[in-house]
């Protein structure tokens, strides 16, 4: 799905380094572990939305750091409200994720 380039984070260590940042901001279920329990489409079953933004890694961590930062359990919605917010969006824009 992903048209453009994109860094590998085996390969860049900014890449890498940026993705472990965003990984202990967000929620235990989008940790990379579980990636096999996700139930995704065969055509983005290997996409990765914020590997499409892998090339400039300060501008990938800043962009997804918001979620994370929205996230945080110390806020007054809870993770209920959150995904269902999320998932309304989601669906007005027509998005299959």
């Known amino acids: 799905m992903t048209w453009i380039q994109t860094a590998s984070p085996a390969e860049h ?8 940042k965003l990984i202990d901001m967000y ?4 940790n990379p572990k579980h990636r ?6 065969d055509a983005v079953k290997n996409d990765s939305i914020m590997l499409s933004h892998s090339l400039i890694p300060q ?23 959150h995904e269902m917010i999320a998932t309304t969006v989601s669906t007005l824009n027509r998005c299959f994720y």
């Not at 260590?13 to 472990?20: D, F, G, I, K, T």
């Not at 096999?36 to 489409?41: A, I, Q, T």
């Open 13 to 20: 260590s900014a890449v890498r380094e940026a993705l472990q």
């Open 27 to 30: 929620p235990d279920e989008y």
């Open 36 to 41: 096999h329990e996700r139930m995704l489409p």
């Open 59 to 81: 501008a990938m961590f800043h962009a997804f750091a918001t979620f994370g930062s929205l996230m945080d359990p110390s806020l007054p919605l809870t993770r209920r409200q």
